[in-house]
């Protein structure tokens, strides 16, 4: 009996130290096919800058559009001596159309800058068409702007702090224009995973059959294909479909910022048995200044000052470490700590360890 309590309470501790695979939403990882964003864009002027503006010599599609506006508001030939406005800034604005927006709704608008203006703080967007890749006008922007950075400037100094040139206007455009499409008269639809992968898109076929019958059907790595469930709508079916949890899965990969020293290595990273060592010199350079002043007394002599520089170089002890093979990533994180090494070396590290052949995973740098 106690032999057999204690099996059981080593089989409960080992339990317990397994890790839990994480069990995700469907809707957290796939996209519906026609259900996306289109992008809009746009040129207009921004007005009410306190002298920030553009200056019209440097910027003389600021001048054109100024002029095309007071013509269309009935005040037209003015001469180029007569605009001298440095309250104005021409500028794209750029907004994403969400899906199923419809007439009437707002979205955000971002403004940047196009010419040469140094700030945008303070001003307001005039009437601005917004349109698609089809030439169409879908929304319309207009409205005060909000600006996350500043700049201040002085006779001698400036300072500036974040992106004074770049805005955003917060449900700043109105939609006009609806995008054709009727999701409620479909029949069928298809589930984009958002990564690739077979044994992802067979488990989300899996858990959609289970819970509805068969109405899914993966035909590739990325899609999978659901009919409307029953006699009810495919907007009722998506309902359903988008709660249920599945476990994704993922290939291995090292992803490596080489500008910043960030790591992340997966899960299911593996590496066959090798031998690691780093190691290396490390030459520090040190100046020091002395002053030499002439004796009491003394005539025409000069205070100076004199250098005096020392080099020293330390080596490192290259110290190996033996890192077994097919190993978790826990073994591995705690084989590199071993050798003591730190961020661009462990880059380096990973990145001759992918030449020899011995790990088996994609190697991204970014």
């Known amino acids: 009996m106690n032999a057999l309590f204690k099996l059981l309470l080593i089989g409960l501790t080992f339990a317990l130290a397994a890790p839990v695979a994480a069990?995700?939403?469907?809707?957290?990882?796939?996209?519906?096919?026609?259900?996306?964003?289109?992008?809009?864009?746009?040129?207009?002027?921004?007005?009410?800058?306190?002298?920030?503006?553009?200056?019209?010599?440097?910027?003389?599609?600021?001048?054109?559009?100024?002029?095309?506006?007071?013509?269309?508001?009935?005040?037209?030939?003015?001469?180029?001596?007569?605009?001298r406005t440095a309250n104005t800034a021409a500028v794209m604005v750029t907004a994403s159309l969400p899906p199923f927006a419809r007439m009437g709704s707002t979205i955000d608008v971002v403004v940047s800058s196009l010419g040469d203006a140094s700030s945008l703080r303070g001003g307001t967007l005039i009437v601005t068409p917004l349109t698609a890749a089809d030439g169409e006008i879908y929304a319309v922007a207009q409205g005060p702007i909000a600006v996350a950075g500043f700049a201040a400037q002085g006779l001698n100094a400036s300072i500036v702090e974040g992106v004074p040139t770049g805005a955003r206007i917060d449900n700043g455009a109105i939609v006009e224009r609806e995008v054709d499409f009727d999701f409620s008269e479909m029949t069928s639809i298809k589930l984009a995973l958002r990564n690739a992968d077979f044994v992802t898109a067979q488990r989300v076929e899996a858990a959609i059959n289970q819970a509805m019958g068969p109405v899914a059907t993966a035909i590739d790595s990325r899609t999978i294909t659901v009919s409307a469930y029953g006699k009810g709508s495919l907007m009722e079916t998506m309902a359903l479909i988008e709660p249920l949890q599945v476990q994704p899965d993922q290939v291995a990969k090292v992803v490596i910022d080489a500008r910043s020293g960030t790591i992340v290595i997966g899960a299911n990273v593996r590496i066959d048995r090798v031998a690691v060592s780093q190691g290396g010199l490390t030459v520090t350079v040190r100046d020091d200044f002395n002053v030499s002043q002439p004796e009491s007394l003394s005539i025409g002599g000069t205070t100076v000052v004199v250098p005096n520089s020392s080099v020293g170089v330390e080596e490192k002890d290259a110290k190996f470490a033996v890192i077994d093979g097919s190993v978790s990533l826990q073994r591995l994180v705690d084989g590199l700590n071993a050798i003591?090494?730190?961020?661009?070396?462990t880059i380096s590290i990973l990145q001759a360890i992918k030449a020899a052949g011995a790990l088996h995973a994609d190697l991204e740098i970014i």
């Open 23 to 83: 069990q995700v939403r469907i809707k957290d990882i796939v996209t519906v096919e026609g259900v996306r964003s289109n992008q809009l864009v746009g040129y207009g002027l921004v007005v009410g800058l306190n002298g920030t503006g553009d200056s019209l010599r440097n910027a003389p599609f600021t001048e054109r559009a100024i002029e095309g506006m007071l013509e269309r508001l009935g005040i037209g030939n003015l001469t180029e001596d007569q605009m």
């Open 340 to 345: 003591g090494v730190g961020a661009t070396e």
